[in-house]
């Protein structure tokens, strides 16, 4: 009789040791198997973002709000994104620098350069790209500006401005978003 009681017992600690270890490995597997759900949800995010990116891009329909801008040989000092952007519209753009160390143009607004957009180039089409490459020049009644703009598809932006006359360039970080949702302060004359 103690030998049924002491097989049961040791048959039922068995049973219990392995049911234990079973679940562990569930829980092993369900938590895997979550971490696997949560990496595929932010790709599919990201590839949502990147094709709104892609959009905004290919329809020039953009703002670029600057956070920092760098000035020709300089370091990057934070900015009102409100009032230093660059402003995409179709066949337009303007650039609006209203930085601390801005010299003439209107006192609300900084410097202003608005013209017509030349030889627009987006390199990194694809549609696994998760990174752009914006080209292009605007005709200013002061002259031509070179733009070149990199996204990512978070929306992170860098862009360069040149200009012939002047040697260097500036540089605007920040976010790529769209006309409805900027925060732009404009002191240009078109919608």
């Given at each position: 009789?103690?030998?049924?009681?002491?097989?049961?017992?040791?048959?039922?600690?068995?049973?219990?040791?392995?049911?234990?270890?079973?679940?562990?490995?569930?829980?092993?597997?369900?938590?895997?198997?979550?971490?696997?759900?949560?990496?595929?949800?932010?790709?599919?995010?990201?590839?949502?973002?990147?094709?709104?990116?892609?959009?905004?891009?290919?329809?020039?329909?953009?703002?670029?709000?600057?956070?920092?801008?760098?000035?020709y040989d300089g370091s990057p000092e934070p900015v009102d994104p409100s009032r230093n952007f660059i402003y995409v519209d179709s066949a337009k753009c303007a650039i609006q620098l209203n930085a601390v160390y801005t010299l003439g143009g209107s006192s609300m607004y900084g410097t202003i350069a608005e013209g017509e957009i030349k030889e627009y180039i987006?390199?990194?089409?694809?549609?696994?790209?998760?990174?752009?490459?914006?080209?292009?020049?605007?005709?200013?009644?002061?002259?031509?500006?070179?733009?070149?703009?990199?996204?990512?598809?978070?929306?992170?932006?860098?862009?360069?401005?040149?200009?012939?006359?002047?040697?260097?360039?500036?540089?605007?970080?920040?976010?790529?978003?769209?006309?409805?949702?900027?925060?732009?302060?404009?002191?240009?004359?078109?919608?």
């Amino acid at each position: 009789m103690k030998k049924n009681i002491l097989l049961l017992s040791l048959l039922f600690l068995a049973i219990t040791v392995f049911a234990q270890t079973e679940s562990g490995d569930d829980r092993r597997a369900l938590r895997k198997k979550a971490r696997q759900e949560k990496k595929e949800a932010e790709r599919m995010e990201m590839f949502r973002r990147a094709m709104i990116i892609k959009k905004m891009l290919e329809e020039r329909q953009f703002v670029l709000e600057t956070e920092f801008l760098q000035p020709y040989d300089g370091s990057p000092e934070p900015v009102d994104p409100s009032r230093n952007f660059i402003y995409v519209d179709s066949a337009k753009c303007a650039i609006q620098l209203n930085a601390v160390y801005t010299l003439g143009g209107s006192s609300m607004y900084g410097t202003i350069a608005e013209g017509e957009i030349k030889e627009y180039i987006i390199k990194g089409k694809g549609e696994k790209a998760i990174r752009y490459n914006v080209e292009f020049n605007v005709s200013t009644s002061t002259g031509i500006l070179d733009i070149s703009i990199i996204v990512s598809a978070d929306g992170k932006a860098t862009a360069s401005v040149r200009t012939p006359s002047v040697s260097g360039k500036m540089i605007y970080s920040g976010r790529l978003v769209s006309h409805s949702s900027s925060i732009i302060q404009k002191g240009f004359s078109w919608d």
